[in-house]
């Protein structure tokens, strides 16, 4: 049986990001469960209703792969205590035109990492709220606000920190039972 397909949408765009290390390394800890694909955001313009009538071409790629997906998930930095610009522009455009949304009912849930002690717990918070009204079935539990530092991921993408690494292996089996559970591919 084929795995489940989980679009990773990460909202730095930043080529080395902490959150991308963090999807990479949740990615590896998941092989075998799920199947992660980051989603390439570097090239979606800013959300215009004038090019919905023709979608650029980055646009109709994303809208696309989160279709095929049968879950997503969020990984955030913090920007100003919320979600950075791209993070909420992607939102906005997969969810247009009107009826036309490819987050209704898809399961998903949210990750995040900086540096700082507060973790991302405050842009997790205001993703949380736009997620929810797309319709989308975000896991509630468990919460994960990573707080990086060099080292914790090695070159290879795995943990190397024994306590981060229980944490995130937590988030993984919890994941991937919302998304079976909402899937039905148990």
């Known amino acids: 049986m084929a795995l489940p397909k989980v679009a990773v949408v990460n909202g730095s765009l930043r080529k080395d990001s902490f959150n991308k290390k963090l999807a990479l390394a949740v990615a590896k800890l998941a092989a075998g469960k799920l199947e992660l694909k980051l989603v390439d955001l570097s090239e979606v313009p800013l959300y215009n209703q004038d090019l919905e009538?023709?979608?650029?071409?980055a646009v109709q790629r994303v809208?696309?792969?989160?279709?095929?997906?049968?879950?997503?998930?969020?990984?955030?930095?913090e920007h100003n205590r919320s979600i950075p610009a791209a993070l909420k522009n992607i939102i906005d455009w997969v969810s247009r035109p009107y009826g036309t949304s490819k987050w209704a009912g898809k399961p998903a849930a949210i990750l995040g990492a900086t540096p700082g002690q507060v973790g991302t717990a405050v842009a997790q918070d205001h993703l949380r709220s736009v997620l929810v009204a797309q319709g989308i079935a975000l896991l509630g539990r468990p919460e994960v606000y990573f707080i990086y530092k060099d080292g914790v991921f090695d070159a290879d993408h795995?943990?190397?920190?024994?306590?981060?690494?229980k944490i995130l292996e937590g988030f993984v089996e919890s994941f991937t039972g919302w998304v079976a559970k909402l899937t039905h591919t148990h």
Do not use: G, H, M, Q
């Open 63 to 77: 809208k696309d792969e989160i279709a095929a997906a049968d879950a997503v998930l969020f990984v955030t930095p």
């Open 158 to 165: 795995s943990v190397t920190d024994p306590a981060a690494k």
């Open 53 to 57: 009538a023709n979608y650029p071409a």
